[in-house]
């Protein structure tokens, strides 16, 4: 019997190479709950030849029949889910001081994803308060032991790994009823597993075309990763590209280290970013809803003097007066002159360079977007390959994904909700994404969604609204995941898509200095009216806001959180440890977030950022004094619209609507209208009152 167990286990050794770290975590010396996430009939396999002898394994009286050869050679308990006698059985081993292992999904995953958590696993650790340890097996849901077939590419010989987690105890509380612990228990198992899963997949040192060429390794280099409304493009061509266009750019740019992006959605632009990060060039991804005069302060906050574009888009996008406007100022390299250039040779060694799986051997690993904040001039954020990366196994851990899913991404680059959700999500994870390259063509974007089978959807509430109005009831038949993000989703959006559609929209929660999702509803954890929880890997805590009695601002850190700022005229800020959010918001005990209001100065209309502060400096500089304040309120068309306060009554719309056309800022800065106030409400600190300047604009309370 003792040769028939190690030849086994030098077989499965041999053929997965597994490897167990943390294993020293595990005191098995003192009663422990051990569970472990369920990916396929292996399992507790490969974790008996880790476990010590005494280890108790438990299995599904069905899997134990299928599986009695093996389960011969360990402890074992055959359990019927349905039999309330089992748990008896599973709590008499723990409390004889013995070690348990039991899979608290308790079944093999279908989907890749973590299911969801039976209550019997915080029964066991409530009723014996023995130490739970989580364990993370990665590796065999791509085996053909899996459930996975046609869902991930299967391998005959995957790489193998299981990690122990930080220890929990669960402690009863008397003041709630049974079933509520047990709830409570559940939930807390897995959001620890939710935790252990990102913590097991996430890298401290990344660069992303490296990660793209792993993410080809696993899902085959034939698999088609993007599409757009003229062409497709597989992993192969993809990293081909990548390396021919980064030779002809490590060429052009003679060393330059950060580079402009002024590009649509569109297969060149996830090829232009993968051939910037094989480089170890920084792209600094540029909006080109923007008006010239803020295209160019961000092109000197960060030090750009040379930008990448595309003479095809600058055309069709009708863009010729922002080239005319930065010329001069910026040089500019079109991609189609580059592709152009490039001779055999040069196609000849990416061939050779792809083939022999040449990896990026870059210092720096970054990328940089902007956003308006407080100050007059954009900020640029300074994303590093780790924080987006971070961001992305995030995700990961809370939805379930898979090759079969399909993502449609309308929502452009330059915000971070695109680029990272919409664009590096599924060429990381290994699903592909068709690229559109304006959110705003309603009809067209639902024919789409219908003609290309997307199961997976993002979008503000304000472009959500418009597919759901212009498409037919069957348009969005494959969604899976409809999420909204950027501004607040309207309750009428969220019912006209359940009564519509049948489908249920997911509010998340995030800003472009954490990569950029925060918090996010989904099946496993939705809570109508908020915007979820926070992301596993996110610490959070909350700072009383003055005049404000309940919820605070929310401060957070984590792996996806900024490197730091780049502030114009004065350079790099780095990142604080907490990054405050500048919103106001409250938490449940259950960790759901609401939020309340933005404390920022800033305001979201159809998703884009528009700093209220600037207005108001603007409107000084305009008409020659500073007695104005901004607030905003909601807009059924917009998502808010920005209203400018003043005690001054001459001032009119007309003079700075051609004051900023003049200086050539971006007409969003225009409020949506004037209202006159006798004086402006100040705080005791002498600040402006702006939540109860906010309290008049929505009671409506102003002189006209």
């Known amino acids: 019997m003792f040769l028939i167990h190690a030849l086994i286990k030098l077989i499965l050794t041999i053929w997965f190479r597994p490897r167990l770290t943390g294993l020293h975590k595990i005191d098995f010396s003192k009663p422990s709950i051990i569970i472990p996430n369920h990916v396929s009939l292996l399992d507790a396999i490969l974790l008996s030849f880790s476990l010590p002898k005494q280890t108790t394994f438990v299995a599904n009286t069905e899997i134990a029949k299928k599986f009695s050869f093996f389960l011969r050679f360990r402890k074992h308990l055959a359990v019927d889910p349905l039999n309330p006698y089992s748990i008896r059985q599973m709590i008499r081993v723990i409390k004889n001081g013995e070690s348990l ?3 608290p999904e308790g079944r093999i995953t279908t989907t890749g994803g973590l299911m969801k958590m039976y209550s019997g696993v915080g029964y066991l650790a409530l009723r014996t308060g023995a130490t739970v340890y989580p364990i993370i097996i990665q590796g065999l849901e791509r085996s053909i032991f899996s459930y996975l077939k046609g869902k991930l590419r299967l391998s005959w ?15 009863r509380q008397e003041e709630l009823s049974m079933r509520e612990q047990k709830a409570a228990a559940s939930d807390k198992v897995l959001k620890t597993m939710q935790h252990e899963l990102f913590l097991a997949r996430n890298k401290e ?6 990660e793209m060429l792993e993410a080809a390794r696993l899902n085959g280099r034939k698999t088609q990763i993007a599409k757009d409304t003229a062409s497709s493009i597989t992993y192969q061509t993809l990293i081909i590209g990548s390396h021919l266009l ?11 280290q950060t580079v402009g992006v002024l590009l649509p959605n569109a297969i060149g632009h996830v090829v232009t970013l993968f051939s910037l990060f094989r480089n170890g060039t920084t792209p600094a991804i540029l909006n080109f809803s923007l008006g010239i005069r803020s295209l160019l302060d961000c092109c000197e906050t960060a030090g750009i003097d040379t930008v990448l574009t595309s003479r095809q888009f600058i055309e069709k996008g009708k863009l010729e007066h922002l080239i005319e406007g930065m010329r001069g100022h910026v040089t500019f390299l079109y991609l189609e002159d580059i592709k152009s250039s490039a001779t055999a040779a040069d196609k000849l060694t990416a061939l050779l360079q792809a083939a022999s799986g040449k990896k990026a051997e ?64 599924p060429v990381i994870a290994g699903f592909p994404v068709f690229l559109y390259p304006s959110p705003l063509h309603y009809k067209v974007i639902s024919e789409l969604c219908y003609d290309q089978n997307i199961t997976m959807l993002f979008g503000t509430s304000t472009f959500l609204a418009g597919y759901g109005r212009y498409a037919h009831p069957y348009n969005f038949y494959s969604l899976r995941y409809v999420f909204a993000g950027a501004e607040k989703l309207k309750a009428d959006v969220r019912q006209m898509w359940m009564d519509k559609f049948g489908i249920r929209i997911f509010e998340g929660y995030g800003a472009t200095e954490t990569s950029p999702i925060l918090s996010l509803n989904t099946p496993l954890a939705n809570k109508s ?9 996110i610490e ?61 100065r800033f305001a979201k209309i159809g998703g884009e950022m528009v700093s209220l502060n600037l207005v108001e400096e603007l409107a000084a500089q305009c008409y020659g004094h ?28 007309e003079q700075l609507r051609a004051f900023l056309a003049e200086k050539q800022y971006s007409p969003l800065l225009l409020p949506a209208s004037v209202q006159w106030i006798e004086k402006l409400p100040l705080l005791g600190s002498g600040k402006t009152d702006y939540v109860t300047l906010k309290q008049i604009a929505e009671q409506g309370m102003v002189k006209s």
Not at 205 to 210: A, E, I, S, T, Y
Not at 248 to 256: H, Q, R, W
Request: proline share 3%; charged share 20%.
């Open 626 to 653: 500073s007695d104005f304040a901004t607030v905003t309120v909601t807009d059924s068309r917009k998502g808010e619209r920005v209203l400018l306060y003043t005690s001054d009554e001459t001032v009119r719309l």
């Open 362 to 425: 870059a210092a720096v690993n970054e990328l940089i977007l902007f956003t308006s904040g407080s100050e007059s001039k954009p900020k640029g954020v300074i994303l590093t390959h780790a924080n987006l990366f971070a961001n992305i196994q995030q995700v990961r851990s809370v939805i379930d994904l898979t090759s079969k899913d399909k993502i449609f991404n309308a929502l452009p680059m330059f915000h971070s909700f695109g680029l990272t959700a919409g664009t590096l999500l």
């Open 540 to 600: 959070s805590k909350l700072e009383a806001v003055e005049g404000i009695s309940t919820g605070g601002q929310l401060l957070v850190k984590g792996a996806n959180v900024m490197k730091g700022y780049l502030i114009h005229g004065t350079g790099f800020q780095p990142a604080s440890e907490w990054y405050k959010t500048g919103d106001l918001v409250e938490m449940d005990a259950e960790g759901f977030l609401t939020i309340k209001s933005r404390i920022k």
């Open 101 to 103: 292992v039991i899979f």
């Open 157 to 171: 010989f995957p790489r193998v790994t299981s990690s122990v987690g930080t220890p929990f105890v669960l402690h």
């Open 246 to 256: 980064g030779s002809k750019l490590k060429k052009a740019l003679a060393g330059k």
């Open 205 to 210: 040192h990344v660069n992303l075309f490296n």
């Open 529 to 537: 009216g908020t915007v979820g929880r926070l992301l596993p890997g």
